[in-house]
């Protein structure tokens, strides 16, 4: 069983930056694929990004060069640096752990003002 545990979220005026935590307990982190996800009302939930256990990462075309995904096996965690934020970021922010099924965290909200 994998438990995550998503931190960081908050509310930043345009332009500024967050960086999400996610910490993941059981299992084995290093092989797992991890994710960020993201959701607004009404909508689907979206792909921010991903990074392979190898550290193959992939972006969403909208936040390509302003987001950064990244891990720490030994701190068993996934992080999310989030810069040059924009009103059209504000969200709930999901962690996803793949290791032979999907496991979601609770998410985390982040709001950008204009």
């Known amino acids: 069983q994998v438990q995550l545990v998503e931190s960081g979220g908050g509310s930043v005026q345009a332009g500024g930056s967050l960086r999400l935590s996610c910490a993941a307990s059981g299992g084995f982190f290093s092989t797992y694929v991890m994710g960020w996800y993201r959701q607004t009302p009404g909508k689907e939930r979206e792909m921010v990004a991903t990074m392979s256990s190898g550290g193959r990462t992939k972006y969403a075309d909208s936040v390509k060069g302003r987001f950064t995904i990244s891990r720490d096996n030994v701190k068993r965690t996934v992080y999310l640096q989030m810069n040059s934020l924009k009103p059209e970021d504000t969200a709930v922010y999901y962690c996803?752990?793949?290791?032979?099924?999907?496991?979601w965290g609770k998410g985390t909200l982040v709001t950008v003002s204009s």
């Open positions: 996803k752990a793949f290791w032979g099924m999907d496991y």
